[in-house]
């Protein structure tokens, strides 16, 4: 299932981040790939390491974490800090899968990615191509979406970026460990929250149908949560 989750940034706070973006060195995205995926990648990705990726990654985590939608779609426990990247001059992603663990020794983490997200930071009319691909049990979606807007996919499908053959196409990448990693499980409970906040604003404050609906999803959140 992927899942739009629309307007995370304003256009002000892309604007912003691009800004803050044209001033940094972008390096060869292949020094970052694993054995197998370096034969089908080919971008520029800025290092982790350099303030600006740390600072501007801090600001996405920031949104994430308060953005209902993302919350309730991904149930996220652990997410990955930030990577952006920038497709231009032919540079695509060739079909792979990405990691299953994830490892960050600087931080003590490791993250099994159960959801990979990309955040836009270019409007679709400033390139062409550069769609994501992804494989999904009802065939491959293509999805170009508007500065601001970030994708959810699985991070098991298959998937990849055509050729950038004009402009350039600047994205966030991240991934994520749910605390709910069986996706139909997890996509059951996402309905069943928006169902319920659809629900609730027309309802009084101890209405118990909604009581009960949520007494449902939590229980339904133990018995799949694995923390
Ligand atoms: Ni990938």
Known sequence: MLIVIESLLTKDEVAAMRARLSQSGWLDGADTAGTRSIAVKDNLQLPRTVPVAKELGEVILRKLGNHPEFVSASLAEKIWPPVF?????????????????????????????????TLF????????????????PFGAQAVKLEAGDMVLYPSSSLHQVTPVTRGARICAITWIQSAVPDMQARGLLYDLDCSIRALTPG????????????????NLLRRWAQV
Do not use: Q
């Open 203 to 218: 309802r009084a404050k101890d209405d118990a149908d909604i009581d009960r609906l949520i007494h449902v999803y939590h």
């Open 121 to 136: 930071l270019t409007e679709p009319d400033e390139y062409d191509g550069g769609e994501l691909l992804a494989e999904t």
């Open 85 to 117: 990247n920038c497709y231009r001059d032919g540079g695509h992603y060739g079909t792979h899968s990405d990691a299953a663990l994830m490892r960050l020794p600087e931080a003590g983490m490791t993250l099994r990615s159960d959801l990979s997200a």
